[in-house]
């Protein structure tokens, strides 16, 4: 079993940084990557970034580029995602997951494990 946790989550004014936290810990052998995604109210879960178990290679959804950033520096660190000028329609939970499959970093829904989410809320 693999288990995600996530952790940082808050309110922020518009123009502000978050730095949210993806604890993996289990079976973790099989871990292709991680991504965060969120879901805001009445809208569908979308991706926002991920990143090779390695580390070595991250993508991002453009709505972020250049805002966001994500990082996983070694085996024994959480994956952070730093997120810089947010913006009120960043407003959304913030879920953590991991995918297995081998491809589809990118996309929401080649990952089969969740953590429960952090709710990032940003006023304008």
């Known amino acids: 079993q693999v288990q995600l946790v996530e952790s940082g989550g808050g309110l922020v004014q518009a123009g502000g940084s978050l730095k949210l936290s993806c604890t993996v810990s289990g079976r973790t052998a099989a871990i292709y990557g991680v991504g965060w995604h969120r879901q805001a109210p009445g809208k569908e879960r979308e991706f926002v970034a991920a990143?090779?178990?390695?580390?070595?290679?991250?993508y991002y959804a453009d709505s972020v580029k250049d805002r966001f950033t994500i990082s996983r520096d070694n085996a024994m660190d959480p994956v952070y995602l730093h997120m810089n000028s947010l913006k009120p329609e960043d407003t959304a939970v913030y879920y953590c997951a991991a995918n297995e499959r081998g491809w589809g970093l990118s996309q929401t829904d080649e990952y089969g494990l969740w953590g429960h989410g952090t709710q990032v809320t940003v006023s304008s």
């Open positions: 990143v090779s178990w390695s580390g070595r290679t991250t």
